[in-house]
C-alpha cells in the first residue's frame, strides 16, 4: 500500500486537502488528530507531559493547550522535550491504523514531516503550499491567535523552499477550495496509476 506523507505549514490547507482525499475514499491518518487523542485526560502521554510542563495542567487534569503551545514555541528546549514524548507514541498508533487497510493508498497528515525528517514513514511527499500573509489570515480565521504567535509558529516551521525541496508532489493552494478539490482529485487519479500501473502493450 502506497503511503503518501501530507504535510505543509500552519494554515497551509492541509486538513482540507485531506478531507478532499477521505471524500475519495483514501483513508487519511491525522499525525495531529492521534497527539490529541494521546494527551486526553488519564492518558499515559499526558502524564509525563504532566512531568516536565506541570503549569499546562488544570486542577481537573486536563491539558492547557494553549499554555502549552506558548511555552514549546517560546523554548526550542521545550519543545523538543515534547516531541520526545509523542512521536514514538504517535508513530506507534500510526503503524496500528495501517495495520487493517487494504487500500491501494493512504494518507498519512504529519505536519513535522520535514522538521523531523520522517520520510522513513512514507512513500511519498505530498507538500501544501501557500503565501505566509494567506497563512496568517486563515489561522486568525480558525482561532484565537495573534499574528505574531502565528509568525512564531512559522518561524519554528521548516522554511517554504526546505519544504518544497523534498516533495514528490506540490499543492500550491492559494485559491478557492473548489480549486483545492480538483487539484487533490487529480493528484488522486495519479495515485492510483501508481498503485495500478498499466500492462506493457
Known amino acids: 500500500m502506497l503511503k503518501i506523507g501530507l504535510t505543509g ?7 482540507t486537502a485531506a478531507n478532499h ?26 502524564q509525563q507531559i504532566a512531568v516536565h510542563f ?11 493547550r494553549a499554555e502549552l503551545r506558548e511555552q ?11 516531541e520526545n514524548i509523542l512521536h514514538p507514541l504517535i508513530r506507534n498508533e500510526i503503524l496500528a491504523q495501517l495495520l487493517p487497510l487494504k487500500n491501494d493508498y493512504v494518507v498519512l497528515c504529519i505536519p513535522l514531516l520535514v522538521e523531523k525528517n520522517l520520510f522513513s514513514w512514507v512513500d511519498r511527499t505530498l507538500v501544501i503550499d501557500c503565501p505566509e500573509a494567506l497563512q496568517i489570515i486563515r489561522v486568525q480565521k480558525r482561532s ?4 505574531p504567535q502565528i509568525k512564531k509558529i512559522i518561524a519554528c516551521q521548516a522554511s517554504p523552499e526546505s519544504r518544497l525541496s523534498k516533495a514528490d508532489d ?3 493552494n492559494n485559491g478557492s477550495t473548489q480549486e483545492l478539490a480538483e487539484t487533490v482529485k487529480k493528484l488522486h487519479n495519479s495515485y492510483q496509476s501508481l498503485c495500478n500501473p498499466l500492462p506493457d502493450q
Not at 514549546?72 to 515534547?82: A, G, Y
Request: aromatic content about 4%.
Open 170 to 172: 506540490i499543492i500550491t
Open 54 to 64: 506541570s503549569s499546562c495542567i488544570d486542577s481537573q487534569g486536563h491539558l492547557l
Open 21 to 46: 482525499f477521505e471524500s475519495l475514499g483514501v483513508p487519511v491518518i491525522d499525525a495531529d488528530e492521534i497527539a490529541h487523542q494521546l494527551t486526553q485526560r488519564g492518558q499515559p502521554a499526558l
Open 72 to 82: 514549546i514555541f517560546s523554548n526550542p528546549t521545550q519543545k523538543q522535550r515534547l
Open 144 to 147: 484565537n491567535l495573534s499574528t
Open 9 to 15: 505549514g500552519i494554515g497551509s490547507g492541509k486538513s
